[in-house]
């Protein structure tokens, strides 16, 4: 049975792909060129960058935007949890809030490496992308560049932890959980944590505004973005 599925489930990504590139080959023949559309797409990474991920770089930009958010993992969870019921929630409230804001300067720091990111991002196949889902150029460059806006990234939000004294603070809420009886001890790593969530956090504001432009035609505010997106519209 599970032969059956794996065979179907590969049939049906064949086909989805031989009609997308059917699709792909009866574009309009020499209005743009696969460079000139993967400028265009960049551009639309560009403006995600612009537009969008700077709002994640003000006071809240992470912690009042529900969309990326940043809440406690699992494991600190109960720590939250316990620490409320004999009297700290204040604490709690602001070691929450600490995590955000760590994300919200080390973004503030971080946004070269994403433009960097975008400007060296090879496009194999831009027709395909155009033309694929709605956030298909965003997960491209996320697959692409994930593992190395981690290794760049995680630095920046190690040293926005101090910058905005997150550090000391999970230092006594742990510190303070561990010390209590009956608990098991904890020890996150929150560095790792909160880079994980601020770059998904950078990537669904890169792919908010990738939609737009997709499907908001005054969104397309460049000769480029008009000529390159009216593609996927036919």
């Known amino acids: 049975m599970k032969k059956h599925v794996v065979v179907f489930i590969s049939l049906f990504a064949l086909v989805s792909c031989a009609e997308l590139q059917q699709v792909v080959n009866q574009l309009p023949q020499g209005t743009l060129s696969n460079d000139q559309i993967a400028t265009g797409l960049r551009q639309a990474l560009d403006f995600g960058i612009d537009k969008q991920v700077n709002k994640l770089t003000k006071e809240?930009?992470?912690?009042?935007?529900?969309?990326?958010k940043i809440v406690l993992p699992e494991e600190l969870t109960k720590v939250d949890n316990t620490l409320r019921k004999i009297g700290l929630s204040s604490l709690a409230d602001e070691g929450l809030k600490i995590l955000n804001r760590a994300a919200e300067d080390a973004v503030n720091e971080a946004i070269p490496i994403f433009v960097s990111a975008v400007e060296d991002i090879t496009f194999a196949d831009a027709k395909t992308i155009l033309l694929g889902e709605d956030n298909a150029a965003t997960q491209y460059l996320e697959q692409r560049t994930?593992?190395?806006?981690?290794d760049k990234f995680n630095p920046v939000i190690e040293a926005s932890f101090k910058k905005v004294g997150a550090d000391a603070i999970w230092s006594e809420l742990i510190t303070k959980y561990n010390n209590l009886p009956?608990?098991?001890d904890v020890n996150p790593d929150l560095t790792d944590y909160v880079t994980q969530e601020a770059l998904k956090g950078v990537f669904t504001m890169i792919e908010l505004e990738e939609k737009e432009i997709r499907n908001n035609?005054?969104?397309?505010?460049?000769?480029?973005?008009?000529?390159?997106?009216a593609l996927q519209d036919n």
């Open 182 to 184: 009956l608990t098991n």
């Open 60 to 68: 809240d930009g992470f912690y009042k935007n529900e969309l990326v």
């Open 146 to 150: 994930q593992t190395q806006l981690y």
């Open 217 to 229: 035609l005054n969104s397309r505010t460049t000769d480029l973005l008009k000529k390159v997106f």
